[in-house]
T-cell receptor, first 109, second 119 residues
């Protein structure tokens, strides 16, 4: 399983763009990159998934460079409600969803 | 679909008692996972099932833990006997293993969790 490394915590202010970068140097050819969000007292929730280049949905964008050894989750114009833990996963098979320690994002007013 | 449903939401029990956690996955999902989350150890995968069959239970901490999936719509995680160190939030999640076109599906749906306190 490809190991992921991401910052333990980040702070931001409302209205700013937040970029959380995840390193996965030993990602394999068939691996996908997936991000989850977890609010206190709730289970994780899927945000976005990508393989290469850029993926965008209504919540976030995911940037993956050509070598795929890292990825960046971009949250546009964060609000207080975006305060959560964000997990980066490298997934080889659908049944291998292993969560690391995640990045704790704190958004201030 | 109402999503993944877990019960109970909270459980307080005395050390040595048997605890049973329950999960109803999303209809049509062929994978079911049990996770445990604590501040110290984060989110740990305990066991997962594919089409009701346990595939990997290497994350189950001890023989005191057991899990079953008698049918596609129900799973249980049992701890017997329970110990204070088992106190944690236990999550159940389900996912469809069917690819989304050419893409692997990595969108799992989690329940609200069961907060277990063993005193």
């Amino acid at each position: 399983l490809a190991k992921t490394t991401q910052p333990i915590s980040m702070d931001s202010y409302e209205g700013q763009e937040v970029n959380i970068t995840c390193s996965h140097n030993n990602i394999a050819t068939n691996d996908y990159i997936t991000w989850y969000q977890q609010f206190p007292s709730q289970g994780p929730r899927f945000i976005i998934q990508g393989y290469k280049t850029k993926v965008t949905n209504e919540v976030a964008s995911l940037f993956i460079p050509a070598d795929r050894k890292s990825s960046t989750l971009s949250l546009p114009r964060v609000s207080l409600s975006d305060t959560a833990v964000y997990y980066c996963l490298v997934v080889t098979y659908t049944d291998k969803l292993i969560f690391g320690t995640g990045t704790r994002l704190q958004v201030f007013p | 679909d109402a999503g993944v449903i877990q019960s109970p939401r909270h459980e307080v029990t005395e050390m040595g008692q048997e605890v049973t956690l329950r999960c109803k996955p999303i209809s049509g999902h062929d994978y079911l996972f049990w996770y445990r989350q604590t501040m110290m150890r984060g989110l740990e995968l305990l066991i997962y099932f594919n089409n009701n069959v346990p595939i990997d239970d290497s994350g189950m901490p001890e023989d005191r833990f057991s899990a079953k999936m008698p049918n596609a719509s129900f799973s249980t995680l049992k701890i017997q006997p329970s110990e204070p160190r088992d106190s944690a939030v236990y999550f159940c999640a389900s996912i469809s293993g069917r690819p989304q076109g050419a893409r692997m599906n990595t969108e799992a749906f989690f329940g609200q969790g069961t907060r277990l306190t063993v005193v």
